[in-house]
């Protein structure tokens, strides 16, 4: 099987809600993504979301698009690649404008894990619905999992899904009992932990 063989059939199985498809482009092409979000995100402002957070919704979004055989005609990997880098794109531009419109108020917007969507909508819940398959449904829900496992740290944990949920870093600190600035710098640390993660 040739290299663009194995592409198409990657993307055949993801149409088909194969976990292990899911896995693999994920691992081929998240970081390149997180790359191409964090260039278009160039001079934001990062409290609400980041490029992380930006990638993994274009990421989402594409494999229920692909579950519903949106991309007929996507076969090799450069037209995968295309596809995924133009999602990305177009979601760090919806994000810009959601920060930017008139009836929010930037500063006060926190979150860091929150997922951000065309329409608006932001936190996990906006990844949930009908057209979310099992396969991937599991999928990110394992992922979510193993990053909080790879934390080593309960607190750390603790703070990840506080911050998760929305809250901002005095609400945090608040159901935690420390200081604002212990929390910046656990934030910090899950944050540089991430990053590594999805580099190596």
């Known amino acids: ?29 998240f970081p390149r ?38 991309f007929p005609d996507l076969a090799d990997s450069k037209g995968l690649w295309r596809l995924l880098s133009e999602m990305t794109r177009r979601k760090a531009v919806d994000l810009i404008r959601h920060r930017n419109c008139a009836k929010r108020d930037v500063k006060r917007t926190v979150g860091e894990s929150k997922f951000i969507n065309g329409e608006g909508q932001a936190g996990i819940d906006a990844l949930r619905g009908d057209d979310l398959t099992p396969a991937l449904s599991l999928y990110l829900q394992e992922e979510a999992r193993n990053r909080l496992q790879s934390l080593g740290d309960r607190r750390l944990e603790q703070l990840a899904i506080l911050k998760m949920h929305g809250y901002t870093n005095q609400e945090v600190a608040d159901q935690m009992k420390c200081s604002v600035a212990t929390i910046e710098r656990g934030t910090a640390r899950i944050r540089k932990k991430w990053q590594q993660d999805i580099t190596e």
Not at 4 to 17: F, N, P, R
Request: with cysteine; hydrophobic share 45%; net charge negative.
């Open 1 to 29: 099987m040739t290299p663009e063989e194995s592409v198409s059939k990657l993307i055949e199985d993801v149409k088909s809600g194969d976990e292990q498809a899911v896995r693999a482009i994920w691992d081929a092409y």
């Open 33 to 70: 993504l997180c790359r191409t979000a964090a260039a278009q995100l160039a001079g934001q402002r990062r409290a609400d979301a980041d490029e992380e957070d930006v990638a993994l919704s274009a990421f989402a979004s594409f494999c229920k698009a692909a579950a519903g055989d949106r």
